[in-house]
């Protein structure tokens, strides 16, 4: 295959001017109601995706997960930078049969495929939890600027859906985007360094952009939070800029969270970073989460 050309180039040395984004957000048809406004805003909630029972038992599931001192060891265990707990466990539907069950359920990866347009694959799958009095929050970001500098990803054409198990306040670390920010890509300084993956996704440090960017984003964008009782969902385009504060309340906080990619978008070599991320991170299995259905003659 030829070369695919770097559209959004990032992890310069000097700075360089934001870049209007020129691929679309929505590639498909939008059918469900609550993704009519994911075009403009970049993100959309969608309420009581699961039932009370659903929760209930995902919440076990997951709790089950982070509780098992066999996979505490694992690579794909990432634990809090200060307080010790796990902070997140990758490759969930690897390690659970019922979460993947959960994804190729066509209202979950229904609302990939009408965003995309596509048949969509599993780019990453987590479980965040971000415990009471120790959670640790994720520094304003794009999604996409890493997975396009570090994983390859060659356009904008993903989207995570964040699935609450927990009930989202306003003061418990939820999740805070800039609504409209997905059609500004933010070029970010420094040099990828070697095998700085794990100590990223415990405190990010390369990829982010600086107090300036922000500060434009968020007068020209404003900011607004994701909060909602367990059950809720947001599904968000993989470059709107996003973060979380530390969680310092008695409330704990954790989510189930899915990023599908095009499978007309697949990873190519990393476009600023020296070396590929392992697979539990940016997976190169890019099976379809399920077939589309046959055009009826």
Known sequence: MPPVSDQYPTRLAEPAPHLERTDPTVWGRVTAPELAGFDANGFATIPDLLSPDEVAAFGAEVGHLAADPVLYGDERVVVEPVAGQVRSVFGVHQ???????????????????????????????????????????????????????????????????????????????????????????????????????????????????????ITFLAARYGITQFTGPAGSALLFDSNVMHGSSNNITPFPRSNIFLVFNSVENTLVEPFAAPQRRPHHIASRDFTPVRQPEPVAT
């Not at 019922?98 to 066509?106: F, H, R």
């Open 95 to 213: 390690l659970s049969k019922s979460i993947a069950d959960l994804v190729a359920e066509t209202r979950i990866v229904g609302l990939a495929e009408q965003i995309l347009g596509t048949p969509v694959y599993l780019h990453q799958t987590r479980v965040n939890y971000m415990p009471g009095f120790g959670g640790s929050g994720f520094a304003w970001h794009s999604d996409f600027e890493t997975w396009h500098a570090e994983d390859g990803m060659p356009a904008p054409r993903a989207v995570s859906l964040s699935i609450a198990l927990t009930d989202n306040y306003p003061f418990n670390g939820s999740l805070m985007l800039m609504p409209g920010s997905h059609r500004t890509f933010v070029p970010c300084l420094g040099e990828t360094p070697t095998g700085h993956y794990r100590e990223s996704l415990r405190e990010q440090r390369i990829g982010i952009p600086t107090p300036d960017d």
